[in-house]
């Protein structure tokens, strides 16, 4: 048995608990977690506030940590390496998006890191709020970050991959002005990421407050969406808009910031849908309005990789586990800069 946090119902705190883990199987690689990234899919998940939540519900899918044991069938990996698991713990491995690299889209369904059925005890996976996972090693990434920014990478398994791969999709980089909206646990990596890119990179933010935050993090430009004016300024300017926002909003402010051919790619999921993006601003421009689901396995080692090399790592507060409900309570206000991350040592407290 394996000590964790989770949750029994959506209506009470998370609590300690034992969890079962299967054994090390020939093709398993066996991660001794030392940091989880909080996501608000977690919060989302545990509260039930999204439907089909299983419980009892362990979270975390931004898992870091080293290997503690391997298969016989494994090459990969040696016990010691440092590694991560992101969202993808599985996937048919054989329709096009997964013959493409592109498990997150596996058309017969990728098996998430937590809440997904599986037929390990207790029929559905549990995840990163644990001292321990067994996942299988094509779903286990390589981390060649400094020890001591481990803690920091633990966001790129979720909030890294979720900007790189629009941002990578759509060629940005060098000559293309791009716009972050939202200076967030999302934003705030697609700012760092656009900028290492290369890109004009412009940050979008209701708040005069957040403008040199915006700027620290490596925004060439700040732009206040509150203000007309300030928004006109960059009318039919844009190649690429990476929306991270998760509220309903207008998009109709954003498309019309677009070149022709622009896109403005949504990863933020609202509780509410945006109203109705007007036609017209699209048709004329041959602007497109997209979405994109977090990466596949290989993108994500890409991610990675860049990151190590470019020495970019998420922002992060550090929690205890004991303070994970006042985490959330905090993130639901925007209160943190910009990602919880959860030492897991404090399991055994």
């Known amino acids: 048995m394996v000590k964790a946090f989770g949750a029994t119902s959506g209506d009470k705190p998370l609590e300690a608990m034992d969890i079962f883990r299967r054994d090390v199987g020939p093709h398993d690689v066996q991660i001794d977690i030392a940091y989880c990234g909080v996501c608000h899919s977690d919060l989302h998940q545990v509260r039930a506030e999204w439907q089909g939540t299983l419980y009892p519900c362990v979270p975390g899918h931004e898992i870091v940590g080293h290997v503690s044991a391997v298969g016989s069938e494994v090459t990969k990996f040696k016990a010691g390496d440092t590694v991560g698991v992101g969202c993808l713990v599985d996937s048919c491995q054989h329709c096009a998006s997964c013959d493409d690299g592109l498990e997150q889209f596996c058309t017969n369904g990728f098996t998430g890191t937590y809440n997904a059925k599986t037929p390990d005890a207790p029929g559905h996976t549990l995840g990163g709020y644990s001292a321990q996972v067994v996942v299988s090693d094509k779903f286990v990434l390589n981390i060649k970050h400094p020890p001591e920014q481990l803690a920091a990478v633990a966001p790129l398994l979720c909030a890294g991959i979720t900007t790189y791969s629009p941002l990578r999709h759509w060629n940005v980089g060098p000559g293309k002005k791009v716009g972050v909206v939202g200076i967030g646990g999302l934003g705030h990596m697609g700012i760092k990421l656009a900028h290492a890119m290369g890109a004009h990179t412009v940050a979008f ?28 300024k960059h009318a039919g300017t844009f190649d690429f808009i990476l929306n991270t926002v998760a509220a309903s909003h207008n998009l109709d402010a954003f498309t019309t910031l677009l070149k022709r051919d622009g896109t403005l790619c949504l990863v933020g999921v609202p509780e509410h849908p945006h109203p109705s993006p007007s036609v017209f601003p699209l048709i004329m421009k041959r602007t497109a309005i997209a979405g994109s689901l977090i990466g596949g396995i290989a993108e994500t080692q890409e991610m990675l990789d860049f990151c190590a090399d470019k020495g970019i790592v998420a922002d992060i507060e550090m929690i205890d586990i004991q303070d994970i409900d006042a985490a959330y309570d905090r993130m639901q206000k925007s209160d943190v800069k910009y990602r919880f991350v959860i030492d897991n040592a404090t399991l055994a407290a």
Do not use: H
């Not at 040199?212 to 006109?232: H, K, N, T, Y």
């Open 205 to 232: 933010t209701t708040s005069e407050s957040k403008r040199q935050d915006a700027l620290d993090l490596g925004a060439d430009e700040v732009v206040i969406s509150r203000d007309p004016e300030d928004m006109a």
